[in-house]
Structures are given as C-alpha cells and as structure tokens.
C-alpha cells in the first residue's frame, strides 16, 4: 500500500514543476527587449541618451511589427527622451501615443502634452 501511496504521489509532485517550467517559456504581454539593463546602464552613463532612445524606438518598432503591444510607460520613456533633448513636438507625440495605448495614463499625458503645448504658445 505505501508503495501505492508513492507511486501515485509522483504526478502531484511534478505538476509543479511542469508548470514552472511552462512559465519559463512564456513569451510575455510586452515587448521589453532588453529594457531593464538598457535604463539601467543610460542612469549610469547618462551621456547616452541619444542611444537609449535608439534602442527604445527600436524596441518599439519591433514589437508594433510583431504585433505585440508596447510595455506600459515605454511610449511615455521615449517622448521624455525627446523633451530632454527640447524637442516638445517629439514629446508631446510620443505622449499621445502613451495616453491611446494606455487609458490608464490620461490624467498624467494629458497634464504633460497640456504643459507642452501651453509653454509652446
């Protein structure tokens, strides 16, 4: 009977692992591509901004490609990219895009572009 009780205690035993397993392989909501070690290493050399934002519109491009949707705040990264570097129009596009892919963010784009576009005129 124990023998039994191990044998058929195997499968319960490996579901966990089975399951962990197949979250290894998920592909993931978002396009990230590199995302978290790319800021990382633009807040330690900020003099590289011009190729964060590359890498970022690349990232974007790709997953919009593929058909994927664009991590949150990703669009929002890039437009303040181009408002460090005062380009307000290519901030406030960049912001719009934020605020149609993720309702979530209106309050804030909105408070951003109004900002922009009043100081522009």
Request: hydrophobic fraction near 40%; aromatic fraction near 12%.
């Amino acid at each position: 009977m124990s023998k039994i009780m191990k044998v058929s205690s195997i499968p319960f035993l490996l579901l966990p692992v089975f399951i962990l397993a197949g979250c290894l392989t998920e592909t993931g909501l978002y396009r990230w591509s590199g995302y978290n070690q790319q800021l990382f290493d633009y807040y330690q050399n900020p003099e590289t901004a011009e190729e964060f934002r590359l890498q970022m519109e690349a990232t974007v491009l790709e997953a919009e490609k593929d058909g994927m949707r664009v991590a949150p705040g990703l669009y929002a990264e890039i437009g303040t990219l181009y408002l460090q570097k005062g380009d307000r129009t290519g901030a406030v596009s960049w912001y719009k895009k934020e605020r149609e892919t993720w309702p979530e963010s209106v309050v804030l784009m909105d408070a951003l572009i109004l900002n922009l576009e009043k100081s522009d005129s």
